[in-house]
């Protein structure tokens, strides 16, 4: 009985090979059959050639969205790139440029005080420094008459120190506010640079010691024109990518379109399948060589399913034999019990033949039970 199990086993995973052959059989005949002129093939065919072509192009469409968004991903992974080597690029360019902006101020500076009309736009900015430049010149003009003051002859001692200790004094106060100078004309620079000073104001000096900044300007907006079409690319990129996504990410968008390529996949297997089965039916003949295969799958299965039956039923035969065994093992064990039980009826039918006849002579020798009575009374 297990060796018919077995071989049943084995009939039928080779019964599901065999299945499996004839699909793909007839996929492949399929897969002939789209490459054909409509005319070369059955008018039936028509339907199913439509829906294959139909699923065709939505493969093409869901593989061509996860290559292009594959594609969006990388470029929007470039342009970050990009974007931040510009700007690193733009920041480099005004780094430094502290010596500049002093230069700009100190030349703006000698052309207010050259040209007391300059626009009073700018006036303001020069504010401070001119009464910082007053403030030292003050400065330097009372250390000139204090230095004549000490240098005079019959001067006392006291006097000459007196002196001296306010040289001292506004000496630190010029140092102090010559040290601030330069920060102050950097301010001044800068502040003129950023509005229109550079563009409205012609001067050679100025525009020599503005040419760095110029340059830097330059560059920057070459950068910045850059930036914003880089901007702007990645933006219609994330419009486009959102709606190929369908506002997914790019994992689980590429997921869930993977999934419908396959869906789409094995719909389109089975139109095949059954465009190979039309031309089967309708015993088109074409391609000869895969009909010819198709017809030896299908006698193979034939062949298996008759083998099939053969070992159910041998497996059968062998289940019926062991049910008879059984069967007549119970008979042989019934038969022993009815012969005891045989034995015991013959027993009791003779002890009870055996109890009438002592029944029969005990009545003889009573008698009639009312004369028996009767005499007791």
């Known amino acids: 009985m297990n060796e018919y199990k077995t071989e049943l086993k084995r009939n039928e995973t080779a019964r599901e090979l065999a299945a499996d052959a004839v699909t793909e ?8 059959a789209v490459e054909q002129s409509p005319e070369e093939l059955p008018a039936e065919a028509a339907p199913l050639m439509q829906r294959y072509q139909g699923l065709s192009d939505e493969i093409a469409r869901i ?11 990388r470029r929007q992974e470039e342009i970050k790139q990009r974007m931040r080597e510009l700007q690193k690029e733009r920041d480099n360019l005004f780094r430094g440029l502290e010596p500049v902006y002093e230069q700009i101020g100190a030349v703006a500076f000698r052309l207010f005080r050259e040209h007391p009309m300059v626009d009073s736009r700018y006036s303001l900015v020069f504010e401070d420094l001119a009464r910082y430049q007053d403030q030292i010149r003050e400065i330097e003009v009372r250390l000139r008459r204090s230095s004549g003051e000490n240098g005079q002859t019959g001067s006392n001692v006291l006097s000459r120190v007196g002196t001296m200790g306010r040289t001292i004094l506004l000496k630190g106060r010029r140092s102090v506010r010559e040290s601030r100078l330069p920060g102050m004309l950097r301010s001044a620079g800068q502040q003129l640079a950023e509005g229109d000073f ?9 525009s020599r010691v503005s040419q760095p900044l ?5 560059g920057a907006h070459g950068i910045d024109e850059e930036l914003q079409a880089l901007t702007g690319e990645s933006g219609a990129l994330l419009e486009e990518f959102n709606r190929i996504s369908r506002g997914n990410r790019l994992n689980r968008a590429r997921q869930d379109q993977e ?5 789409a996949r094995e719909k ?4 095949l399948v059954e465009i190979g089965g039309l031309l089967e039916e309708k015993k088109h003949g074409k391609p000869e060589d895969q009909m010819k295969r198709l017809k030896e799958r299908r006698r193979k299965i034939v062949a298996l399913e008759d083998l099939r039956i053969r070992l159910e039923a041998g497996l059968a035969v062998e289940e019926k034999e062991a049910l008879l065994k059984a069967c007549r093992r119970e008979q042989q064990s019934v038969t022993a019990e009815i012969q005891v039980l045989q034995q015991r009826l013959e027993k009791l039918q003779g002890d009870d033949a055996q109890l009438v006849t002592e029944k029969e002579e005990m009545e003889k020798k009573r008698g009639s039970v009312e004369d028996l009575f009767a005499q007791t009374r």
């Open 63 to 73: 593989t061509g969205d996860i290559s292009r968004m594959e594609e969006i991903d």
């Open 214 to 218: 110029r340059d830097a300007r330059s």
């Open 268 to 271: 389109t297997n089975g139109v």
């Open 198 to 206: 550079l563009e409205v104001v012609d001067d050679n000096e100025l």
């Open 259 to 263: 999934t419908e390529v396959r869906s």
């Open 25 to 32: 059989q007839l996929r492949e005949i399929g897969m002939w």
